[in-house]
């Protein structure tokens, strides 16, 4: 396994601010574990550390969006200026920098290539679980959602609302919904009992057709084209196995599924406490704070395990709401196109999956959502907690994902992405002037000096993968920069963590102690499923990397 720890001199600015986000904190683990269990310290140390990350970006608004000239929704050229449109129109997705011409790039047969696998075979990762791209996958297909004939479109509201469990809109969320004031069915979301233990109900007949009372939701993404390429009998056999979820991704693989139904389950407990202790609340009460409830626990997952798996250091966040209440970077939400290219982490996912003492490929695992009740929540939980993820970074994605990488590349050239170095300059780092400044492996110099002869020709979305990933991180550096920016700023100005809606007079007193008591995802599965079945340990730390 190559080398990915070593520090490169473009892989920070140099400041005195630099030194203390990405340098100190990952040294020392016994201080910053004595950091954390000061709260004051603790508290402080997390404003300052997220105001840092923050400021590595530009504020919100920004000027640009992906949308075409009005009348022309067909044009092909985006708009390269600032208009009332293009700040207010969010079918579209907003962009970080205006479009550029890229001259002369290398085919994308040729770039294809570099995500390939090399023949020495893949690099593992140091650090993660394959919990980890699991819970990236469907955390962010709730809010990233492209409208397939047109990449620079959005189906979303730009917010983190978690729509592959509660979907996109209020007529999806209705028909997920039981909807009944029947004493201890109030505020439930609907389900169907496997071996005692709660799914979400099937999508489809056993006539093959979506039922009736699922006819609005969006069914899953590519299905009945896949469907098309498999012999009549597993096509039957998949299509039976469908969830009706909010989201079109939920039911990719069984893992998506998984978390899904985590939180399908979550929101219908803590809906049944608060109908107990709130007897005379209606339906409707009961299912929105159960939702709100639900939702701030997932927001808080997302900072307290996600990000600190993700950040190279021992610090782990804190979702403090004050943090973002009077900041300067709390503005709204809207979703980056380059945001979208940047979480395109297929080289994270192997090529073989260990489930239930079985082993799957990758084309196996495909919209197959049967394996999880067959192997329950808690022991698909497991699976992924117990498997080793692969690094993410060049020369690593597996065959059955490289066609997305193909899709990936075209889709930043459609939205005249512009280069790496543009991004690395915007983003504070300095501009890298030569090929051996980028990465420390020698096939990726030579690859990337071949295909595009200059560096500043690199393309974004391959640049963002051929820099090493950091030290006790996850990711490499420019990405996670990236990433840290956009993941605070989403997260913390969601509505629900605004100062006038974050209080028991929202969520309850017994919501807000939920809320605070939670910290991990095994927080969260413990509490729904039987005591029996409870996992080992869950986690996306691998080896006890940090």
Request: proline content about 7%.
């Amino acid at each position: 396994m190559r080398d990915t720890s070593r520090d490169r001199d473009t892989t920070r600015d140099g400041s005195l601010k630099d030194w203390l986000i990405d340098t100190l904190p990952a040294h020392g683990r016994m201080f910053w574990r004595l950091v954390m269990t000061i709260p004051l310290l603790r508290k402080r140390m997390n404003r300052f550390m997220i105001n840092v990350a923050v400021d590595y970006g530009a504020m919100r608004p920004t000027p640009y969006s992906s949308r075409p000239p009005r009348g022309d929704p067909n044009n092909p050229e985006i708009a390269g200026y600032t208009s009332w449109d293009s700040l207010m129109d969010k079918r579209w997705f907003a962009r970080y920098l205006l479009p550029k011409e890229m001259p002369n790039l290398p085919p994308i047969d040729e770039v294809v290539k570099l995500f390939e696998v090399k023949s020495s075979g893949p690099t593992l990762s140091s650090g993660s679980t394959f919990l980890f791209p699991t819970f990236a996958q469907w955390f962010t297909d709730g809010f990233m959602m492209t409208v397939l004939n047109d990449t620079r479109q959005t189906l979303t509201c730009h917010q983190i609302d978690v729509s592959p469990v509660y979907g996109l809109n209020f007529e999806q969320t209705n028909a997920l919904r039981l909807n009944s004031e029947a004493s201890g069915k109030k505020g439930l979301l609907k389900f169907e009992l496997l071996d005692g233990e709660a799914y979400a109900p099937k999508l489809y007949n056993s006539d093959g057709n979506v039922k009736p009372e699922f006819s609005v939701l969006r069914p899953p993404l590519l299905f009945e084209d896949y469907l098309k390429t498999l012999p009549a009998s597993e096509a039957k056999r998949l299509k039976a196995a469908i969830f009706a979820f909010g989201g079109e991704r939920a039911n990719s693989t069984p893992y998506t599924a998984m978390l899904n139904t985590l939180f399908l389950r979550e929101h219908n407990r803590i809906a049944a406490q608060l109908e107990r202790e709130n007897p005379s609340w209606d339906d409707e009460r009961v299912f929105q704070t159960a939702r709100a409830i639900n939702m701030v626990i997932i927001l808080k997952l997302v900072v307290e395990e996600y990000v600190s798996h993700i950040a190279p250091m021992y610090f782990r966040f804190s979702a403090d709401p004050a943090v973002a209440g009077r900041a300067p970077w709390n503005k709204p939400n809207w979703m980056w196109i380059e945001f979208n290219l940047l979480y395109r982490w297929h080289s994270l996912c192997p090529d073989r999956f260990e489930i239930g003492g079985k082993a799957y490929s990758g084309p196996d695992i495909i919209f197959n959502s049967g394996l999880l009740p067959e192997v329950g929540l808690s022991g698909l939980m497991q699976a992924a907690s117990d498997q080793r993820a692969w690094e993410l970074g060049l020369f690593n994605t597996p065959d059955f994902l490289l066609h997305v990488e193909r899709a990936s590349i075209q889709q930043a050239r459609a939205n005249k992405i512009a280069s790496y170095n543009d991004y690395r300059e915007a983003f504070k780092f300095p501009r890298v002037t030569r090929f051996e400044q980028i990465s420390d492996d020698p096939e990726i110099v030579e690859a990337l000096r071949r295909l595009y002869g200059d560096v500043d020709n690199i393309e974004y979305f391959v640049g963002l993968f051929a820099e090493p990933v950091m030290r006790l991180g996850a990711l490499p550096p420019l990405l996670k920069r990236v990433l840290a920016y956009d993941a605070f700023t989403f997260v913390l100005t969601n509505p629900l963590l605004s100062e006038h809606v974050f209080n028991e007079n929202t969520f309850t007193k017994s919501g807000m102690a939920l809320i605070a008591s939670t910290g991990s995802l095994q927080d969260v599965l413990n509490r729904n499923v039987p005591a029996g079945k409870q996992a080992r340990k869950i986690t996306m730390d691998y080896g006890g990397a940090k």
